[in-house]
């Protein structure tokens, strides 16, 4: 039962659950509640210290294209100058927090187009000031596309905004030129750290059933959180219920933590932080935020992440990967004896389990299992052989378990339409999907139906409708031939080398990789300087005890 994170009453006695317990689910398992969300929420948490700086710049970026379609035009031109691959911009959705990381990664991926273009709306005394940036970015442009792009900025200047946009236009030039270290500090640490929470929630968020890996996951994702903060002594061999308990201060006291200095803050952003003045204040400031959201995220998490639940230790000893172990044994028998599945079991198999589960855990002739395979699938097989019928009974209650968010249905006929993949859709096709969709709801029968014939070899073939699948490829093809004969020309004409640019997932890819890498090296790094400490610390010893022995000697 998923109620959402709604507000219900939590009394013992006449509370929501209490009352369910009683009048309809007595059995009923607590696996607390969608991961997911609480993973969502910690995103969330975890920018709450910077100020929806980040954000808000999202936020007026995609405003300003959406409501200016010719800045979206040049826009497209200017990335076709810079060999970047063009997307629009995009916004984050506020109730799926973890939506500002894929944002961070598109916008600083376009954020060499967006000052080329956002510099054109400058005054003629900032451009002078700003000149040099511009000139950077530019360098490797053609004069002719640099000649385009002084074209585009006269017709920008020209441009009669509204109050909004130009209040608009100010805030998205202060944080691209005016602050721009800020700006590029803040997204480098959305794009370094918020994959550690955004790799859970790709685990989570499918239909497939994982509730046996629940528990596994979720500390994983804790300590790899906490080590990017936190000295690894207080990591290291902690059991679920210490991690859970553990003092993390606000106040920046206790001695568990690395300095800020030593904090993870992006792979990206260790070379901008190493060409800064010391004592910069905007480091300081950056420095004190990152600090702040290790913190406030690491208390929520643990919070919120049920990393001592009983019941998900049980249920994790469901995954066949572990079924040898001794403890995965009294983990499945414990589901049985306190975590209320015992219900599901008859009297004379409830006194042949414990005999039941022996057997299974060292059964040879049970199909090998890997990793990546399906645990439904290889329970599935383990139920057809009917040699452990109790036990099967408990692995299909406990594998049923829902934990988390399905896929979200859209309500909105152009969301069924109109997606992340197909935002490029013109007028006209978009108004043929339209008409067909509404021709269809109107009949109250699906596509196939509709165009289903009763023999199919013998029954006559629509030839309307075969007529129109032709034109319509034949148009398809004469669209994507005159798109790839104007690239040529716009090619020849600005001089860019037309080659391939990176996608937005290819470099987004790159990126995760990139910073996962920093993150194992900046743990590693930590664990040496452990390691350099103890060795210094028994050399100390060691030539104080040299000391002492040669006194001795001198005083004999």
């Known amino acids: 039962m998923m109620m959402d994170s709604c507000s219900v009453m939590r009394g013992s006695k006449t509370g929501f659950e209490t009352r369910i317990r009683q009048q309809k689910a007595p059995n009923l398992l607590d696996v607390d509640g969608d991961s997911c969300h609480h993973i969502h929420n910690c995103a969330k948490e975890f920018c709450k210290p910077f100020k929806s700086y980040a954000e808000l710049l999202f936020t007026d970026l995609y405003n300003d294209s959406k409501w200016s379609s010719d800045v979206k035009e040049f826009l497209r031109e200017i990335c076709e100058f810079l060999e970047l691959k063009f997307t629009v911009p995009e916004n984050y959705v506020p109730h799926r927090w973890l939506s500002v990381y894929d944002v961070a990664v598109s916008t600083k991926r376009l954020l060499d187009a967006y000052i080329v273009m956002y ?280 594998l049923s378990v829902f934990h988390g968010p399905r896929v979200e249905s859209s309500f909105s006929v152009m969301n069924n339409i109109i997606d992340s993949k197909r935002n490029r859709m013109n007028v006209q096709t978009y108004t043929a999907f339209q008409h067909v969709k509404y021709g269809l709801q109107s009949r109250k029968v699906s596509a196939i139906q509709y165009l289903k014939r009763s023999n199919v070899i013998l029954s006559p073939v629509n030839k309307r409708l075969c007529v129109k699948m032709r034109s319509a490829g034949c148009n398809f093809n004469a669209q994507k031939t005159n798109r790839a004969i104007e690239k040529k020309e716009r090619v020849v004409k600005y001089k860019t080398t037309g080659k391939r640019t990176l996608s937005k997932a290819q470099v987004r890819i790159e990126m995760e990789v990139t910073e996962k890498k920093a993150r194992l090296a900046h743990q590693q790094g930590e664990q040496k300087a452990k390691e350099k400490s103890a060795l210094k610390g028994e050399r100390k010893k060691a030539l104080e005890r040299l000391v002492q022995k040669r006194r001795a000697r001198l005083e004999q």
């Open 119 to 398: 510099y054109g709306f400058l005054p003629p005394d900032m451009k002078t000031l700003y000149k040099d940036v511009y000139t950077s970015v530019t360098e490797s442009c053609s004069n002719e596309a640099r000649a385009r792009i002084q074209e585009i900025h006269c017709e920008l200047a020209k441009k009669k905004l509204t109050e909004d946009g130009k209040n608009r236009k100010e805030r998205i030039f202060e944080k691209l030129l005016y602050k721009t270290k800020q700006t590029r500090l803040v997204l480098n640490f959305y794009i370094s750290v918020l994959p550690i929470l955004k790799s859970y929630v790709c685990v989570f968020q499918g239909s497939n059933t994982l509730v046996h890996q629940l528990h596994e996951k979720q500390l994983e994702v804790f300590t790899q959180f906490l080590a990017l903060f936190v000295k690894p002594e207080h990591i290291v061999g902690k059991s679920p219920a210490k991690l859970k308990t553990m003092e993390l201060d606000s106040d920046f006291i206790s001695d568990m933590y690395l300095k800020k200095k030593d904090m993870f803050v992006g792979g990206a952003n260790e070379p901008i932080i190493e060409k800064t003045r010391k004592n910069d204040q905007i480091v300081e400031q950056f420095r004190e935020q990152v600090s702040e959201a290790y913190i406030k995220t690491g208390q929520y998490m643990q919070k919120k992440l049920p990393l001592d639940s009983k019941v998900l230790q049980g249920l994790a000893c469901l995954d066949p990967v572990v079924r040898s172990h001794s403890q995965a044994g009294a983990g499945i028998k414990n589901l049985v004896r306190q975590h209320g599945l015992g219900h599901l079991l008859s009297e004379a198999e409830r006194g042949s389990f414990s005999l039941e589960v022996a057997k299974f855990q060292v059964d040879a002739t049970l199909p090998v299992y890997t990793s990546d395979a399906d645990a439904v699938q290889w329970w599935s097989a383990v139920m057809a052989t009917g040699r452990y019928p109790g036990l099967s009974k408990i692995a299909a209650a406990g």
